[in-house]
């Protein structure tokens, strides 16, 4: 990867999000952070990142409804990894179906984000944006 990725941390817990971008910035990539829906959605539609981590317990909404908002406006939806405390088997269904290509358990260990993240943006196609989950 020539350049740093931009990755977007969709989460309204500040020790959480300051966590995470002290630790993607040392593993060289640009990050932006949100706190809920609708700054998502502006973020996504000023800066788009190549990867959203996102949680879905937001102060303004599900999570998910970002990713409905930015398809339905026909704007580009970054690939998105769905964070998030519910280990139910629903939940990941509902977030593969809204075009998560992966589903995190929260908290997650250091060691799988980081392997995840360089997996995923590895995997990004040229362009950026959406990348379909596997089938």
């Known amino acids: 990867m ?5 990755i977007l941390v969709v989460e309204d817990n500040p ?3 300051g966590a995470m971008r002290l630790l993607l910035e040392s593993a060289g990539h640009r990050v932006s952070l949100a706190d809920g829906v ?3 959605v502006a973020v996504c539609r000023t800066d788009p990142p190549s990867l959203m981590l996102l949680d879905l317990t937001l102060p303004d909404g599900d999570g998910l409804d970002a990713l409905a908002i930015l398809r339905g406006a026909g704007d580009q939806v970054p690939m998105t990894v769905a964070l998030t405390g519910d280990a139910g088997r629903d939940t990941r ?3 593969l179906a809204a075009g998560c290509v992966d589903v995190l358990l929260k908290p ?4 799988t984000l980081l ?3 360089a997996a995923l943006l590895d995997q990004r196609p040229p362009t ?3 990348a379909a989950p596997p089938a």
Do not use: E, K, N
Not at 2 to 6: C, D, M, Q, T
Not at 108 to 111: A, D, E, I, N, Q
């Open 2 to 6: 020539g350049s740093a990725a931009h």
């Open 93 to 95: 269904a509902r977030c």
């Open 108 to 111: 997650v260990p250091v060691r």
């Open 115 to 117: 392997v995840r993240v």
């Open 15 to 17: 020790h959480v999000t």
């Open 128 to 130: 950026g944006g959406f």
């Open 38 to 40: 609708a700054s998502a």
